[in-house]
């Protein structure tokens, strides 16, 4: 039986096993295969692994001090599919990256500081860095916090998240297709009008009422027809096959399931959390629904949010439409989304070109982290 050095961290709205890149190169045989033992995949309740049986606690962070460039730890995200043999490195997630920092320096990777230590983080899977801005008062890490995310119980440490120049991160471009609107021909369904933006991870976003929803709708209520997801499949992965990501629509599960990350957005309206809260359709901008790995989310991808934000900056997009009738944002803007179990708030940085180009500078939000468990995972296998 193999074992290897890990540790649990929840970021965000995530939970992911943290693996040091070097010790995961040196154990034998396949890293995938690794991966996926470490999880307990293919399994639907993984019940032979450390993962959780959802999406958002089937991942894994791979870590590497820096020695060279500017930043400080190299960082690659995998997503390991649960009912499959298959682990994505396609795209990144945002909540796992806000665990990242904490540990670095918990892991001595970087020099803490008082107040804040900022951790410059490349994420290998989109060639983009993120600056994670941890407070650190006194030269100390402490989880101790006031602050608090929707789909999170209890209060924690504010990590600021700071994605710079974050658009183009599987394509690169903003606009992949070169257009704020693309009309795909889907079968069984029809043509629907889709937008294509890439910042922070490339999502394809559909207004809900297109396909039947209100766009306030539950993670639950979403999943609850197996044909109405594969329809959202299908659209998923005509997108998918339009940025090249596969040639053959029907495999877009199997080849390409994280990315892109389908999106139904929807102006904002009342609505009930899952967790029971009232959220008035005053308190927020735009109502999102993501999907990942082929269910409902049952909150938001932060990568989700990002990429959201920078969407309603560009002109004549479905959610700047939606938001903002077709014009411009300011060149700085707070954003706030409602999902499924309460609200996120984003701040954009762009500026419009001459030419009416948009330029995406950076893109924050705030989430809590903190380490679950430190120790050693065992393996099948020699």
């Known amino acids: 039986m193999k074992e290897l050095n890990c540790s649990i961290y929840r970021g965000g709205t995530s939970k992911g096993v943290f693996l040091f890149k070097e010790e995961l190169e040196q154990l034998s ?14 399994d639907v309740r993984q019940i032979d692994g450390l993962g959780g049986a959802v999406s958002t606690t089937s991942k894994v962070a791979i870590i590497s001090k820096e020695e060279k460039e500017a930043w400080d730890v190299n960082y690659t ?6 009912d499959k043999s298959v682990v994505s490195y396609a795209g990144n997630c945002g909540n796992i990256s806000s665990a990242v920092g904490i540990f670095a320096i918990e892991s001595d990777l970087v020099d803490i500081a008082d107040p804040v230590t900022t951790v410059k983080v490349y994420n290998t899977n989109t060639k983009k860095v993120i600056f994670e801005h941890i407070p650190t008062p006194g030269g100390k890490l402490t989880y101790e916090g ?13 990590i600021e998240l700071e994605f710079i120049d974050p658009a183009g ?6 606009l992949p297709t070169g257009n704020a609107v693309d009309v795909l021909s889907v079968d069984g369904f029809g043509e629907i ?40 499949e299908k659209i998923r992965g005509e997108a998918a096959v339009k940025l090249g990501f596969i040639s053959d629509v029907t495999q877009s599960a199997k080849e390409s399931p ?20 009232e959220v008035k359709g005053d308190s927020y901008d735009l109502a999102v629904r993501m999907m990942s790995m082929q269910k409902a989310h049952k909150t938001i991808a932060l990568t989700g949010a990002l990429c959201s934000a920078a969407a309603c900056a560009v002109p004549n997009t479905i959610p700047n439409r939606l938001l903002n009738q077709g014009e411009a944002l300011a060149e700085q803007a707070n954003l706030t989304f409602g999902h499924g179990d309460g609200l996120i708030e984003t701040t954009i940085n762009s500026s419009t ?23 050693t995972v065992f393996l099948k296998g020699n």
């Open 258 to 277: 994280g990315v892109p990350k389908l999106t139904l957005v929807s102006p904002a309206s009342d609505y009930q959390t899952v967790s029971g809260t």
């Open 353 to 375: 070109s001459a030419k009416n180009e948009v330029k995406i500078h950076s893109i924050s939000s705030y989430r809590t982290a903190r380490k679950i468990l430190t120790g």
């Open 77 to 82: 995200f995998a997503q390991v599919a649960i």
């Open 146 to 158: 006031d602050f608090q995310i929707s789909g999170v119980p209890g209060t924690g440490l504010k």
């Open 193 to 232: 009008e889709v937008s294509i933006v890439d910042a922070a991870n490339p999502l394809v976003f559909v207004e809900a009422e297109k396909v039947g929803l209100k766009g306030n709708e539950s993670a639950s209520e979403i999943d609850s027809s197996q044909e109405f997801l594969d329809t959202l």
């Open 29 to 42: 045989g396949n890293q995938d295969d690794n991966l996926l033992s470490i999880m307990g995949s293919p």
């Open 169 to 174: 991160s599987m394509t690169g471009k903003l």
